[in-house]
Each structure stands twice: as C-alpha cells, then as structure tokens.
C-alpha cells in the first residue's frame, strides 16, 4: 500500500501561480510514477503531468504543458506540481497518484494505469 496525501490548493487569483505538493508514505521502496490529475465539476478526471521514478521522464498535456512544471524528491518521498498563470477554468480538485506497475522510465498517462490515490485538493481560481 501507498498513502497519498496532497497539499497546497486553496484560493487564488487570475494570473497567479500555484504549487501543489504530494507526500507518498508506505510501500515507496519498490519505486512508483507519479501523476497529477484533476477534476472539475461534473467534468472527467483530466491528466495533467507525471513523472518516472527516476525522475528523468516527465510528460504533460499538451493543453497545459507551457504552465506546468512536475518534479520529485525521492529521498523524501515528495512530489510537487509548479502551475503558472492559473485562470478560472482551473477550478478544479487536484489529484496525485501512484502506479507501481510500472517500468522505471515510464510516465503514465491514463489514469487507469495508477494504482493509488490521493484524496484530492481543491483549486479555485476567483477574483
């Protein structure tokens, strides 16, 4: 098992940038891809960006990929989602998740493919 646990959402401002943090605990030692995800409002759950677990491979939606930046720390079991110019339509809950079943350099997209979850964060971008 791997526990999840994001932090960092709350309020922001047009334009605004926002960062997201994970903190995976359990079951890390095996090694795991790390996604971020979201959700809107009676809308599917979105890929945002995910990275291997070396860390060497990252991929992002085309849609959002000039505003985000993905990154982890492996010796402390932390990941970290960089969003930049946040607009309203990022409203959203925001997701990190785990895949174990996955090879080292992989950087899964769909989130069938992820194993774990966390609980979520909520973003809301407002004036």
């Known amino acids: 098992q791997v526990q999840l646990v994001e932090s960092g959402g709350g309020l922001v401002q047009p334009g605004s940038s926002l960062k997201l943090s994970c903190a995976a605990s359990?079951?890390?030692?095996?090694?795991?891809?790390l996604g971020w995800f979201r959700q809107a409002p009676g809308k599917e759950r979105e890929f945002l960006a995910s990275i291997s677990w070396t860390g060497g491979n990252t991929e992002y939606a085309d849609s959002m990929k000039e505003r985000l930046a993905i990154s982890r720390d492996n010796a402390r079991n932390t990941g970290s989602l960089q969003m930049n110019n946040m607009q309203p339509e990022d409203t959203a809950i925001y997701f990190c998740?785990?895949?174990?079943?996955?090879?080292?350099?992989?950087?899964?997209?769909?989130?069938?493919?992820?194993?774990?979850w966390g609980q979520g964060t909520q973003v809301t971008v407002s004036s």
């Open positions: 998740a785990a895949a174990i079943h996955v090879a080292s350099t992989w950087t899964p997209t769909f989130a069938r493919t992820y194993d774990y």
């Open positions: 359990g079951r890390t030692g095996s090694g795991y891809a």
